[in-house]
């Protein structure tokens, strides 16, 4: 039986400067999809997996970030009188146990490698995830625990990875593929946005890993990559041929980029109609709204 994992990172320092100026005020994290902020979705997600411990690499100005995660005892008990039970129900969903999260924070941008070297002493020696929440994955089983049960075979440290078009490699982590087992894939290769003719294949990273605590090792020699960051791919490279190796995981699920506004907008669209409190109003108006638009053209 491997080491369970139980400790996840969320890089959250980024200035997320592609959502100015909502971003002048409000963490990235905090923006909503339908009614709840994307950190929202990676802590369900992570909880999902078994994780107890939520280390956040954060930076000034995510204060609202903390505030979000307190809880709310004025607004729980207003709920409460109210008699609005099911939305206090939902509203305590969100509150994390008493010691359960702890910030850190990441003084300089220099890079997602750095940013995960920055939890190093709150990691400490055991294997933890990483979790992106600008890639936000639906998904029947939440993809960290597709990691999580894969990972109980392999071992080592592992990657969600996706297919994407060709010309689309070179925004991501790219991986070169030793052996294809099906779902799971074993890597002899990563590269950190390659140019479109160096890119290994087209199976690209996407925001969840599952790492050993080796890749801090490596981090701490602190050595810049791609766009002169330090970046998480380097390290985990660093993994392949040792003991423990490096695996990919094409995990089952939509991945949808809200890190860019039109992923953002598509999330939207999607997680509004898989909701069923407002799928009718909402699939009713888009398809008007779709016949109005080809009817002017
Ligand atoms: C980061 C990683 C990259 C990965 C991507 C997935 O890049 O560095 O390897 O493919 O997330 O979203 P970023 O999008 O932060 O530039």
Redesign the pocket.
């Known amino acids: 039986m491997r080491r369970k994992v139980t400790k996840a990172v969320f890089p959250v320092a ?1 200035l997320g400067t592609r959502f100015l100026p909502a971003t002048k005020s409000i963490p990235k994290e905090i923006m909503t999809l339908v009614d709840r902020p994307l950190i929202q979705y990676a802590i369900d997600e992570a909880r999902a997996a078994g994780i107890k411990e939520f280390i956040f690499v954060t930076s000034r100005g995510k204060s609202a970030l903390e505030d979000y995660f307190d809880h709310a005892p004025e607004l729980e008990t207003a709920l409460l009188n109210k008699g609005k039970l099911e939305m206090l129900e939902e509203l305590r969903d969100t509150n994390m146990d008493s010691g359960a999260i702890a910030y850190i924070r990441q003084h300089k941008a220099l890079g ?1 490698g750095h940013a995960v070297w920055c939890a190093r002493r709150l990691i400490g020696n055991e294997p933890f995830a990483v979790i ?1 929440p ?2 936000v994955i639906a998904a029947e089983k939440p993809c960290l625990q597709q990691m999580v049960e894969a990972y109980q075979e392999t071992g080592g440290n592992m990657v969600a990875a996706m297919e994407v078009l060709p010309e689309k490699a070179s ?4 991986l070169d593929v030793s052996e294809d087992m099906g779902s799971l894939v074993r890597v002899k290769g990563m590269v ?2 390659p140019k479109a003719e160096d890119a290994p294949s087209n199976l ?4 969840r890993y599952i790492l050993t605590p080796k890749v801090l090792n490596t981090l701490n020699k602190m050595k810049s990559g791609a766009g002169g960051e330090i ?3 380097d390290a985990i490279a660093g993994e392949i041929g040792g003991e423990d190796g490096v695996f990919g995981l094409r995990f089952r699920g939509q991945r949808f ?1 809200c ?1 860019s506004k039109a992923g953002f907008l598509q999330a939207t669209v999607a997680f509004g109609l898989s909701r069923p409190d407002l799928r009718d109003e909402f699939s009713a108006y888009l398809n008007e709204l779709v016949s109005s638009q080809k009817a002017a053209q």
Do not use: F, R
Not at 204 to 207: D, K, L, P, S, T
């Open positions: 980024g997602l992106l600008d890639d925004a991501y982590g790219v950190e946005k690209a990273v996407i925001g970046q998480l791919t980029d890190g």
